[in-house]
C-alpha cells in the first residue's frame, strides 16, 4: 500500500525545497489538463474552470492561506517553488482574484461572518471574484479614485464606474475601492466593499484589448445597493488595507519565466527565418541571454531573501522594471528579425511556437500592469534611492 | 538549488566572515573620506603606494587565494570579490589582483616573497588589447624568453614578471639586460608597461594560470562593482543636495528615474558576480566557470562604463573639473573596463561556450 498522492499540506511544508518540487511536478503530470497547456492568451472560466475544480478538489487550490481556513499554509519560498513548477509546465492561470487577494484580504481585515461566508465558496468555485480598483480617470494615481459609497439606511449605495476589470465577464462577485468620505484626504476616504455582480445596477462591457481578447471590461454601478455588512473592515481604511495586501506576490512580476519563455520563441523564430548563425543575430541574442541571466541571478537573492524569513522591501520594484523590459527587447528583436511575418495575425505556418506579432503584442502590457514601469521608477527613486520628493 | 547568491552559501558563518573582510580592508581602502591619496598617486612612479603594499601584504591579502598549507589564507572567490570590491569602492592603486594572480604559479620561496611583500611579481600575460585568451608568440626555450607583451598595470613597481609563453609560464626578473620596459599613462593615473623579452633569462613555473586568470577576471569585475557603487552613492548625495529652480535636484522625475535604472544595473552586477564567486567556489568545470565568468565581467564592465558617465551627466558642470572625484572614477572605469577582455570579447565567448540551457524556457 502506497501513500496518497499529492501528501496532506502539514506533510508537504515538512519536506525540503527539492523534495517539495518533484512532489510539484509529478502533481502536474498527473492531473495537468494537457489541452490547456502554454495557452497564447489568458483563458476564461468556461476554458480553465476544469483546472480550477480539480485543484479545489485536490486542495492545492490556495497554497497562501492558512490551513485553518482550507488553505495549504505553505511558507513564501514554497509558494515561489509551485508558482515556478506551475509557469514552468505552461499552466494557464485561473480566476484567482478570490485566491489572490479576496481571501488573504478577508483573512486579515474580514468579519467572522464573511469569512465564514466567502472562503468555502472561493475554495469551491462557486464564486469568482474579479477586482474593481482602477477608473478611467483613476490609473496610477489610484487614490483620486471617484466610485462613491453612501450609506443609506442599511445599504451602501453604489455609483461609479470601474475599468480593467480583468474577467469581469466571468465572475459573480466584485471587490472594490470606493470614496466614502469626500471631505477627506484623498488616500482616507476610500473603503472596501463587495458587491454581487448580479445585483441591480451592476452591467459589464468587456473591451477589447490589442491581442484582439475580451479580457478586460469596464463595470457599472449605477444606484447599486448592497448590505452594510459588505463593508470589508473599517469604513475609510480601504487604502491601507490595499496596501497592506501586497505581499511578497510582488516578486511574481518580476519571474524570469515570461523572458525566458520568450527568449526560446526567439531562437526558434531565428532558425525559421534562417538567421541564427548570423554574427549579428548572436550578438544580441547573447545580450538578451546575458540580460536575462543576470535577471535570474538577481531575482535569486530576493528568493534568498524570501528563504530566510526576511520581507521584501520596495527595491523589489527592480525586478519588475528589468524584467518586463526584457521581455519587451526580445519581443522587439523577434518583430525585426521575422520579416513580413512580423504582421501575421495568427502563428506562422500554423506553428504556435512561431508567433512573433503574438508575444510582441503581450509584451507591450508588461511595463504597464502591477504599476507602470514609470511608477516603479518614482517607487525606487523616492523608497529605495531616498531621492527627495 | 540550495545555492544562495551572495557567497554566502554556507550560512550565517561565510556571511560574517565577508563583512569582516570588508571591515578589515576598510584600513586601506576606506570607502569613505577623501581621495586624496589616491589623487597624490597619479602619474608619479611606480604609480602606488608602497607602505600602503606592505600593509596589505601584513593583512595576509596577496594570499588570499593561496592554501593555508602554502602560507596563504585559502578564503573562496566570494571573500576574494568582498576584498577586490572594497579595493575597487576607494579607487585603491595597488596591484592587489595582479599579484594575487602571479600567486598561482610562483614557487615556494618566491611565494614567500610575494606574500611578504618583499618581492613584487607581476604577470605579464597579454599581446593585444582586449581578450582574455589568445594565441601566444612569446617562446620560452633553453632558458630564454623572447616575446613582448602588453598593458601590464604597475609594472614600474615589479621586481619581476610572470610571463606566459607558448611553452608555459616563464618567471623574468625586471632587471635583467635582455628586459625592456616602456611604460605608458593610463587615464587613471597608472600606467602600463610594456615588456620586451630578447632572450631574457627565465626560470620555468608551474601551475594552472589559466584558472588563475578566469578568477583574476572575476575580482576585476568586483573591483568595478565596488567603483560603480560609490560613485552612485556620491551621485545621489549630489542629488539630495544640489539646488536649482528653488528645489532639490534629486526631486526631478528625469533625474529620478535615470537614477532607479542606474541602480538596476548596479544590483544586476552585484548580483552577477556574486553569483559567479559561487561558481568558482562549488566547481572546478571549465566550462559553467567561464560562461560565469564572462557573464560577470559583461555586465560589470558595460555598468561600471555606464554609472561612471551617467555620474558626470547628473552631476552637470563640476563633474567636469578634475578637482571634483566623480572624474577619479570614470577615468578608472575607463582604465578597468576592458582589463581581462572586453564586455564584447567575453559576450561572444559566452556565446561559444555556454549552450542554450534547457533552463531558459518551456
Redesign the interface.
Known sequence: MTDPFPPPAEVLDQLD??AFRLVVRRFLAENYPPALR?PPKRLHWRENKVWYLKLAEKNWLAPGWPREYGGMGLSAAKQIIMTEEFE???CARVNDHGIVMVGPLLIRYGSEEQKRYFLPRILSGEHIWCQGYSEPNAGSDLASLRTEAVLEGDHWVINGQKTWTTLASDANWIFLLARTDKRAKQQQGISFLLVPMAAKGVSVRPIINLELHDEFCETFFDNVRVPKENLVGEINQGWTMAKALLGFERIFLGSPRQS??????L?RLAEHVGISDAPVF??R???L??D????R??Y??YV?KL?RGEALGA?VS?LK??QSEIFQRISEFMLEIAGENAGLLEPIEGNRDLHPAGIFIQARPASIYGGTN?I???I???N?????? | MTNEPGGMNEGAGRAEGLRLIRESAAAVAPRQGDLRRIRALRFTRPGFDPAIWREICAMGWVGIRVPEGQGGAGLGMAEYCALAEEFGAALMPEPLIGAVLATAVLPAALLADQLSGRRLILPAWQEKSGALHAPLTTSFSNGGVFGRKVFVPMAAGADGFVVTAREGCALVPASAEAVSLVLADTQDGGHFGALSCDDAPASALAGDFAAALEEATLATSAYLLGLMDRVFALTLDYLRTRTQFGRKIGSFQALQHRSADLKIQLELTRASVAAAADVLDATAEPGPRQAAVSRAKARASDAALRLTREAIQLHGGIAYTDEYDAGLFLRKAMVVANQFGSSAWHRARFAAIAPDSEDEGP
Open positions: 525545497d527539492e502554454n514552468r509546465y505552461g525566458a519563455y520568450a527568449l526560446t520563441r531562437r548572436i550578438d541574442y547573447t545580450r541571454r546575458l536575462l541571466a543576470d535577471h541571478a538577481l535569486e537573492t534568498a528563504r527595491d527592480m522594471v528589468n514609470e516603479q521608477r518614482n525606487i527613486a523616492k529605495v534611492l531616498d531621492l527627495p520628493a
